[in-house]
């Protein structure tokens, strides 16, 4: 009887002491986990969309949070001079990998802060003009990603725009002058203008309700057409924007299909959500232990025009033949 009473405090103490243990195992798992770090420039409702697209990417790479990934998320709500700060502390905490949020300002704060520190990104202007890279081919640095090139795509929408409102007096340019890239987009654009004698009235915006004061100026000044700049801001709002191009009767054209989808008129671009997608492919990569410096810049070979004709009649506007024939898709 002794000995089985023996056995069992015995048996009780080492179940005891692996019971304690599995936190202290699990804990240790946490913290061997790598990270992944979210730099984001836009406020948390415009985040959201991106980051769970960048965590399908990482996803189809294997990585899953709690499983075999940890996430912490640092975002700048819209001020641009933040990233700094927040793209050291994610430096701090020892991310694996930084994954900016919002084009090309979070790249280049990180850039700015960690030299070592792998930086996987979805870069809207050219990575080379930026600083970023040494060359698409061999990036040879900390930073790689997608180059959508929505930056440089300015002039080209502002010539669609054009063929869709010929006799335009005055072309509004939306922008948000918290972007460092702003000045790049508008110069870009005021080329284009140029180049056809016409005449922009610029609008500033970086909040709804600077937004919503932009188009009051629009229509006060009797803008004929409106252009809306690349900006993550922007392309979080597509049902506010839509809805205020719609309340003026207002041809727009956007960056993005989304914002057609919603009801907008006319973008031509490359697919942001799809881009970040590839991201996430991409830093899953990295966090298995491909240098950044060895994989390529991939870049936006497929752009879209995509044109809603519901839209257009709804504001009395006839699409011109020439345009739909070069549209990759008509919504009807």
Not at 65 to 81: K, L, M, W
Not at 150 to 172: C, D, S
Not at 176 to 187: D, H, M, R, S, V
């Amino acid at each position: 009887m002794a000995s089985y009473i023996a056995r069992r405090k015995f048996l009780a103490a080492l179940l005891g002491s692996a019971a304690a243990a599995w936190p202290l195992a699990a804990s240790a798992q946490q913290q061997t986990m790598p990270i992944v770090g979210f730099l984001g420039a836009p406020s948390a409702a415009a985040y959201a969309r991106y980051v769970a697209a960048v965590q399908q990417g990482l996803k189809e790479a294997g990585y899953i949070e709690g499983q075999n990934v940890r996430f912490e998320y640092r975002r700048a709500d819209g001020h641009y001079d933040r990233l700094p700060g927040l793209a050291a502390d994610l430096v701090n905490r020892g991310v694996s990998v930084i994954i900016p949020i919002g084009g090309s300002p979070p790249t280049v704060a990180a850039k700015e802060v960690t030299i070592t520190v792998p930086i996987v990104s979805n870069m809207g202007g050219d990575p080379i003009k930026l600083g970023l890279v040494a060359s698409l081919n061999r990036p040879g640095g900390n930073v790689t990603g997608i180059a959508m090139l929505a930056v440089e795509l300015g002039a080209k929408q502002f010539e669609l725009l054009h063929e869709l409102v010929p006799t335009a007096a005055l072309v509004a340019i939306l922008v948000n002058p918290n972007n460092p890239q702003a000045g790049t987009q508008l110069e870009d654009m005021r080329k284009a203008a140029r180049t056809i004698g016409q005449r922009i009235l610029v609008l500033n915006a970086s909040t709804g309700y600077e937004l919503e004061r932009s188009f009051e100026t629009l229509a006060h000044e009797r803008a004929d057409a409106l252009l809306v700049a690349a900006d993550v801001f922007f392309a979080s709002q597509p049902t506010l924007l839509v809805v205020l191009t719609a309340r003026h009767a207002i041809p727009a054209m956007y960056p993005w299909r989304s914002h057609v989808d919603a009801g907008g008129l006319m973008s031509y671009g490359a697919s942001l959500l799809d881009a970040y997608r590839q991201t996430g492919v991409y830093a899953g990569r990295v966090v298995g232990g491909e240098k950044p410096a060895d994989l390529p810049v991939l870049q936006s070979t497929k752009f879209e025009l995509v044109i809603n004709l519901k839209t257009a009649r709804a504001i009395g506007l006839t699409i011109p033949s020439t345009l739909l024939a070069l549209a990759d898709e008509v919504i009807e």
